[in-house]
Structures are given as C-alpha cells and as structure tokens.
C-alpha cells in the first residue's frame, strides 16, 4: 500500500515575487510549509541571484506545469561590460578583462545575431547534466565541462537602457531552456569587449505576471492562516492558451478513469490540445478528436 503524503490537498498556483539570495527550491518548500500542502513544485528555475516571477504549482496543478514551463517568458537584465566570470554572472570569478566598450549603437547592432531561433551553449555552472552528473557540480570540483550547444527561440531582445559605457539594461522574451548568462557572455565577446549578467529579473512567465506576485515575507507572514489560501490562483490559470470543452457528468467520469469521452467545444479544432471542464471544475487534459476527447492527463 502507498503511504499516504502529509499534508493538505491544496491545489492551484501560487506566485511568488522571489528574493536574491536563495534558490528557487527553497522558496517552494517555504510556499509548501506555509500552506501545509503534500505536493508543490515550480514551473521554471530561476538562479539564487536572480529575481521575479516564480510559478509554484500546488498538488493537481503540478500537472499544469509544463503548459507554463513550454511558455515564453520575459527577462529584465542588466549586462556588465569588460569583465567575463566563471558562472557568466556577478557571483563568479572574474577570469578575463577588456577595456574597450561598446556604443549604443553597436549594442543595438549585435541584437538581431541573438534573436530568432539560434544555438545558445549553457554556462558552465548550470543544471545541465552530464553523464548522468550536473554541470555545476562537475566545474566546482576543478573538471574542463564541456556542453553542447542547445536550440533557443527568442522572440525579442531590446535595449531598455545604458546607465553608463559598463553597463546596459536589456529585456528578452524566449522560449523554453533560454539562459540569460549565456546571452550576456555571447553578447560581450560578440561586442568583443566581454560580459556577464549583474542583475537579472524575470518579469513574467506565460500568463503570470510580477504584478501578480506576492513576497516571500508576506507569504511567510500569512502561513498556515486561511487568508493564504485566497491568494491561490486556480489550476486552469496555467491552460489559458488552451480550448477549453465542457463534458456532463458521465463523461468526466469517462475522462478521470483515462477513457475517450464526448465533450462540447466551439474554438478547438481536430488534433487540439484541450482542456475539459464539468460544472465548472477541470476534469481533464487531452486530444480532441471528432467531438471526443482522448485525456493525457486526468484531475482528481
């Protein structure tokens, strides 16, 4: 028999604005405790010295996550010029210097070489594994890690602003598995003057926003209250680019044992991807076909 998780069954999307200084697992476990929910997870990482929009699904709505993390995303960050580090950003060590610096104008000039679909190569202190072990890890312990160059689709990348000749602000919207550090190392050796991100913000994911966000001190303030909950998003928040097809109550049951059950829809068309609701509640994820729904993924 499966033991039985502790905790509460929460479901639905809680969004925080993340601090600097802590990683983005740590802050799932805090939103977690705080609703003393028994399943939680994040629905893209963002490094420990980044900030901004991290999206926590709690229990059903962890099987929302990959609508969210598939979604484009948005970036606010500022590169520095002249040096390049270690981790391609301001927590590493710095392991070369330049002084030349770029204008305006060059700046805006190397933009369109990063945008589109183009090959990104991850830094070296990143998640990717290999050979089974994280990168990371394997660059702390002293060994040559060598990544292959991974497929990227940004959409935009622009000049916000240039502070002083060091420094510029630029704002990216991408696909799935982008990282920034890599666009600020490539930038500065395309710019032939080098660079690293200094500051680094995402300012919304798929259909959450910052303006959305709560901070992790309000969140931990209100732990363990029911005024917490209230500030839980609903589970369907992450499938808002998806159809949605309404069922009656023989066919949500159809759907939540994985069978192929008729639905009603107006917007989806042969081969969709939908979502399915009975009385106003999420039953299912699936394929439509001819009227029918054929569920890849099942609410309780």
Same mark, same amino acid.
Request: hydrophobic share 40%; proline share 5%.
């Given at each position: ?6 905790? @509460? *069954?929460?479901?639905?999307?809680? !969004?925080?604005? =993340? ?6 697992? #740590? +802050?799932?476990?805090? &939103? ?117 160059? @991974? *497929?990227?689709?940004?959409?935009? !990348?622009?000049? =916000? ?6 420094? #510029? +602000?630029?704002?990216? &919207? ?127």
């Amino acid at each position: 028999m499966a033991r039985k998780k502790k905790g @509460r *069954d929460v479901s639905g999307w809680m !969004l925080v604005d =993340k601090p600097a200084g802590i990683t983005s697992t #740590a +802050v799932v476990n805090k &939103v977690k405790w705080a609703l003393g929910a028994n399943k939680a997870g994040h629905a893209g990482t963002l490094d420990p010295a980044a900030t901004g929009v991290l999206a926590i699904a709690l229990g059903e709505a962890t099987k929302t996550v990959p609508f969210i993390t598939d979604d484009l995303k948005a970036y606010r960050f500022t590169v520095k010029f002249g040096q390049s580090t270690n981790t391609d950003d301001a927590e590493g060590e710095v392991i070369a210097t330049n002084d030349s610096r770029p204008s305006d104008q060059d700046i805006r000039n190397a933009l369109p070489a990063f945008t589109g679909d183009i090959e990104q190569i991850p830094p070296k202190f990143s998640a990717v594994k290999i050979d089974g072990q994280r990168a990371y890890k394997l660059a702390r312990d002293g060994e040559d890690v060598e990544l292959t160059a @991974r *497929d990227l689709f940004v959409e935009s !990348l622009e000049l =916000k602003e240039r502070p002083d000749p060091d420094h #510029a +602000v630029l704002e990216m &919207v991408c696909g799935k598995g982008g990282y920034v550090r890599s666009i600020a190392r490539d930038l500065g050796n395309a710019l032939g003057c080098l660079g690293h991100v200094e500051i680094l913000r995402r300012v919304w994911s798929g259909p959450f926003s910052e303006e959305d966000c709560f901070s992790l001190e309000t969140i931990e303030d209100l732990a363990k209250s029911p005024e917490l909950d209230e500030y839980l998003l609903p589970l369907e928040t992450a499938l808002a680019d998806l159809p949605e097809a309404t069922c009656d109550a023989a066919s949500a049951a159809r759907l939540q044992n994985g069978n192929p059950a008729q639905v009603l829809t107006s917007d989806a068309e042969y081969g969709d991807t939908v979502w399915v609701s009975h009385a106003k509640q999420p039953v299912a994820i699936g394929i439509y076909r001819a009227g029918m729904v054929h569920p890849n993924r099942v609410f309780v």
